[in-house]
């Protein structure tokens, strides 16, 4: 299973930027999706969460800023990031649970990561 996430870069305070996770070797259907991030000097945190049955899961500091989805057919997690604050400066990984239930934001429920691409947020 290889996740593959893209779309990072750096924009200013109040930007917004949309993140992508292709995934490879199974589908979405039935499998639970994640984004997380973590920043230098800090524990990696849960963003976001997808449920096989579009149920989603958000942490309170992103709630109303960002919103994840996803495309089945293109085997493809987004993460679109608006009103982007530089606390949101971090790196952001994907992740995926095959057969997995979720929501969830905690790590250890997912077996699946990517490399992970860049989030830079300048005040």
């Known amino acids: 299973v290889r996740l593959e996430e893209s779309g990072g870069g750096s924009v200013q305070a109040g930007g917004s930027l949309r993140l992508s996770c292709t995934t490879s070797?199974?589908?979405?259907?039935?499998?639970?999706m994640g984004w997380f991030r973590q920043a230098p000097g800090k524990e990696r945190e849960g963003v976001a969460s997808?449920?096989?049955?579009?149920?989603?899961s958000y942490a309170e500091s992103v709630k109303g800023r960002f919103t994840i989805s996803q495309d089945n057919a293109k085997n493809t997690l987004y993460l679109q990031l608006n009103s982007l604050e530089p606390d949101d400066t971090a790196m952001y990984y994907c992740?995926?649970?095959?057969?997995?239930?979720?929501?969830?934001?905690?790590?250890?429920?997912?077996?699946?990561w990517g490399r992970g691409t860049q989030v830079t947020v300048s005040s």
């Open positions: 992740s995926a649970q095959p057969g997995g239930y979720g929501p969830s934001r905690e790590q250890y429920d997912y077996s699946y």
């Open positions: 070797e199974f589908t979405h259907n039935g499998a639970c």
């Open positions: 997808i449920a096989s049955d579009g149920r989603t």
